[in-house]
């Protein structure tokens, strides 16, 4: 195996990486600041060190596009699991400089845990799956919108059981207020708990269609 002759840490934002680069040879320690806008110039300057290369950044908001440009560049990059990243205790300033400079060392110790980089199908299966858990929770809210509305007016589903069941849809589509914007702010609260419904039932289809793929 060849040896690393050039190891970076990297503390990846939205619009710059702060890195921190360990050259073998000398044992100096080095910094640079790059834009993260495109992911091009940041694998084009990984490319100009001295190799093999090693690289690393935590996993993140910024996701797995880096590390996937960077291998496919023949880069090796790690994306670390932030949970599991050793610090000292009480150590509770953090700067970019510094997060980078400590994933370095650590990963010149071997003392970090990398997790497996997703495949663009996968990570696109994984929106679809983020999607409808947050439509699941907006549409709870929604419909307790709804419930509370009724209730501070004194209008109770008089079924002892199955709410948002079919039938309680049709009791919930006739109830009518005599005051105009208390109706209206009603049938809106209703319309929102309806496209919600629409919107999940689309995304549990699509899913549907996922599981059953060859990929899955």
């Not at 195996?1 to 990846?12: H, P, R, S, Y």
């Not at 073998?24 to 694998?43: K, N, Q």
């Not at 993140?60 to 050793?86: C, D, F």
Request: proline residues 4%.
């Amino acid at each position: 195996m060849a040896v690393t002759m050039t190891w970076i840490g990297l503390d990846v934002h939205a619009r710059s990486v702060e890195a921190s680069v360990v050259d073998s040879a000398s044992g100096e320690l080095s910094r640079r600041r790059v834009s993260s806008l495109e992911l091009g110039p940041i694998v084009e300057w990984l490319g100009t060190l001295p190799g093999p290369v090693r690289a690393c950044y935590e996993a993140g908001p910024s996701g797995y596009g880096l590390a996937r440009a960077a291998r496919a560049a023949g880069i090796s990059m790690e994306v670390i699991a932030p949970s599991k990243t050793p610090r000292r205790p009480g150590d509770r300033i953090k700067t970019d400089r510094r997060d980078a400079e400590l994933l370095v060392r650590q990963l010149m110790a071997g003392a970090l845990t990398a997790v497996r980089v997703p495949s663009i199908g996968e990570e696109a299966a994984r929106d679809v799956v983020r999607s409808r858990e947050q439509i699941r929770r907006d549409l709870m809210r929604a419909r307790h919108r709804v419930s509370k509305l009724l209730l501070r007016n004194g209008r109770v589903y008089p079924a002892a059981a199955g709410t948002w069941s079919q039938a309680h849809r049709e009791w919930l589509s006739r109830q009518r207020f005599d005051e105009a914007d208390r109706n209206l702010g009603y049938l809106d609260a209703l319309a929102a708990v309806d496209g919600l419904i629409a919107r999940r039932d689309a995304l549990t289809e699509r899913l549907s269609r996922i599981a059953q793929s060859d990929e899955w």
